[in-house]
């Protein structure tokens, strides 16, 4: 069982940047791989981005070069460093983590971009 919390969102203008932060309790974070998904209203959350186990990451193509997923196995902590934010980056933010068939979601963080 893991046990996630997200934090770190906020309002902040197009261009600006914004650090997410998910933390992990219950069982042993470092075998699990992680992700951000996002949710914008009237729409499917979808997969931001994908650390695994190994630290392999993976990025959908709206946000490569701009996102950035880390991990820090020795605090259970996964962060999501966002920068040149957009307004299409508005959604909820969510803190994935997964191990087999087994899945465990954050309540997730709302991000606005807006000026």
């Known amino acids: 069982q893991v046990h996630l919390v997200e934090s770190g969102g906020g309002l902040v203008q197009p261009g600006g940047s914004l650090r997410l932060s998910c933390t992990a309790s219950g069982s042993i974070f470092r075998i699990y791989g992680t992700a951000w998904y996002r949710q914008a209203p009237g729409k499917q959350r979808e997969l931001v981005a994908v650390?695994?186990?190994?630290?392999?990451?993976n990025y959908a193509d709206s946000v490569k070069g701009r996102f950035t997923i880390s991990r820090d196995n020795a605090k259970n902590m996964v962060y999501l460093q966002m920068n040149s934010l957009k307004p299409e980056d508005t959604a909820v933010y969510y803190c994935?983590?997964?191990?087999?068939?087994?899945?465990?979601w954050g309540q997730g963080t709302q991000v606005t971009v807006s000026s």
């Open positions: 994935n983590a997964y191990l087999g068939p087994n899945e465990y």
């Open positions: 650390i695994a186990s190994s630290s392999n990451t």
